[in-house]
């Protein structure tokens, strides 16, 4: 597609499932990352990819979360046993490389409830 | 002390006004982006500078790298515009900082 896809566009689960979510980048970004946004909070940095080198986990907020980029393309933030503080948007994107003035491309969100 | 900055916090203007928004960012920074995120959740990225200034129809966005400051302006403002303008700024480490946002509302 023309642009980073995310789905589903909105998930409902109960406490205690577990979730994935997906992102399609942009095809030939090397570079994906993957951010939340709480209600009402700022957008938080949670992992991110490029290319084959290992991602940069830093922000992933505990252990229960987990993120996959198969093939250098799609990605799929896992989130288990899921709590209602994980109740968010999560948002993805994608750049062309790892350069310097490389604009980012972002897609509409995941709005995850958790109930 | 956050890392990026905007103000003001809220907005709300008439139609056909002149709008700005501002950024300031304490860290190094190999480029700045403006979002914008409708109500739906969705982003838009408007424009990415990291030097001068940028045109893009009624939008208008400018960077001070010495001052380490950016504005956003909109010429004739509409009702559509209304939504959350977001200042990103990527560091050398590669990842984005993200300001607040300020949530602009604009009236009829």
């Known amino acids: 597609g023309a642009g980073v896809s995310q789905s589903p566009s909105n998930k409902v689960t109960e406490k205690g499932k577990d979730v994935e979510l997906r992102c399609d980048p942009i095809s030939g970004h090397t570079a994906l990352y993957w951010y939340r946004q709480s209600l009402g909070q700022g957008l938080e940095f949670l992992i991110y990819f490029q290319g084959n080198s290992a991602p940069d986990k830093s922000g992933l907020p505990s252990d229960r979360f987990s993120a996959e980029r198969t093939g250098g393309s799609v990605s799929t933030l896992t989130i288990q046993r899921t709590q209602q503080e994980d109740s968010a948007v999560y948002l993805c994107?994608?750049?062309?490389?790892?350069?310097?003035?490389?604009?980012?491309?972002f897609g509409q969100g995941t709005r995850l409830t958790v109930v | 002390k956050n890392e990026v900055e905007q103000s003001p916090q809220n907005l709300t203007a008439q139609e056909g006004e002149f709008i700005t928004i501002n950024c300031s960012y304490s860290v190094g920074i190999s480029a700045l982006h403006w979002l914008q995120q409708h109500p739906g959740g969705g982003i838009v990225s408007l424009f990415m500078?990291?030097?001068g200034k940028k045109k893009h129809g009624r939008l208008i966005a400018t960077i001070n790298i010495q001052e380490k400051h950016s504005s956003l302006h909109i010429t004739a403002s509409h009702p559509r515009d209304s939504a959350v303008y977001i200042c990103a700024v990527r560091g050398y480490g590669q990842n984005f900082v993200f300001g607040p946002g300020t949530r602009l509302s604009v009236l009829p």
């Open positions: 500078l990291s030097s």
């Open positions: 994107a994608s750049s062309l490389e790892r350069g310097l003035n490389t604009e980012a491309f």
